[in-house]
C-alpha cells in the first residue's frame, strides 16, 4: 500500500532562517505531488505542486520554492523565512491525471518567531 | 480564478441532530471533491462526485452535486460525537491537476 511521510512533525524558526520540509511517498511510481498550507482556523492554499521530476508549478508567488530532485521526494524550502510563513504545512500525493484523489501526511506545524 | 465558497463556516449541533455544508463555485467544475479533517490532523478524502446531479451515500453521510456542477453539498443524518471535525469541498476543473478548496466548516456535536 502507499504511504507518505513528511518531516519535521513541528518546527520552530526564528525569522530570516533558512527552511527545509521533506516529503517522501512510497508504493507508488510518478505521483503528482503537492505543497498546501493551512493557516489556522483556515483553508487549504495550494503552494505547489509537481507532476514530475525537476517539473514544479508555483501556485502563489512568495519567499517559498519547491523542488523534486527524485520521484517520489519533494521538498519545500526558503532562504529567509518571514513572521507570515508560519502555518501548517502539508504533503499531499495523488495517481497521475486529474480527477483524483489526493493522499495527505501528517503536516508540519512550522511556527516563526 | 477559481473560487470555491463553502458555507457555513462553523456549525455547532447536539448529538443526534442533522447537519449540512454547503459548496458553491464561480465556475463549473469538473469533479467534487470532499474531505474531512480530524481536530489536530490532516485531510482525508471522503468521496469524488463526477456527474451533474449525482447522489452518493457513505452510512449517514450523503454527497450530491447540482445539476449545473458548480455547487455541492454534504449532508450528516444523526451527527456522532465521531463526526467531529472540519469539512472541506474542493473542485478542479477539466483536465485541471489542481484542486481548489473551500474554507471548509467546522463541526462541533455537543454529547
Not at chain 1, 523534486?68 to 517520489?72: A, F, L, M, V
Not at chain 2, 451527527?79 to 463526526?83: A, G, K, L
Given at each position: 500500500s502507499q504511504t507518505i511521510h513528511q518531516w519535521p512533525a513541528t518546527l520552530v524558526q526564528p525569522v530570516g532562517s533558512p527552511l527545509s520540509l521533506e516529503c517522501t511517498v512510497e508504493g507508488t511510481s510518478n505521483p503528482n505531488l503537492y505543497w498546501y498550507r493551512q493557516a489556522a482556523g483556515r483553508g487549504l492554499q495550494l503552494l505547489f505542486y509537481s507532476v514530475g521530476i525537476g517539473q514544479i508549478s508555483s501556485e502563489v508567488p512568495q519567499n517559498l520554492s519547491a523542488s523534486?530532485?527524485?520521484?517520489?521526494q519533494f521538498i519545500l524550502s526558503s532562504k529567509k523565512l518571514l513572521l507570515s510563513d508560519s502555518g501548517f504545512y502539508l504533503c499531499a500525493w495523488s495517481v497521475v491525471g486529474s480527477k483524483q484523489p489526493q493522499h495527505f501526511g501528517d503536516g508540519t506545524r512550522l511556527s516563526i518567531l | 480564478g477559481q473560487q470555491v465558497m463553502q458555507i457555513p463556516q462553523y456549525q455547532h449541533v447536539q448529538e443526534g441532530e442533522d447537519f449540512t455544508t454547503y459548496c458553491n463555485s464561480s465556475t463549473t467544475l469538473s469533479n467534487i471533491q470532499w474531505y474531512k479533517q480530524r481536530p489536530g490532523g490532516h485531510p482525508v478524502f471522503l468521496i469524488q462526485l463526477v456527474k451533474s446531479g449525482e447522489v452518493k451515500k457513505q452510512k449517514r453521510l450523503t454527497f450530491q452535486f447540482g445539476e449545473a456542477k458548480k455547487n455541492s453539498s454534504l449532508h450528516i443524518t444523526a451527527?456522532?460525537?465521531?463526526?467531529v471535525g472540519t469539512y472541506f469541498c474542493a473542485g478542479s476543473g477539466a483536465g485541471s491537476y489542481q484542486l481548489t478548496f473551500g474554507k471548509g466548516t467546522k463541526l462541533s456535536v455537543i454529547p
Open positions: 523534486r530532485p527524485q520521484d517520489r | 451527527t456522532q460525537t465521531t463526526d
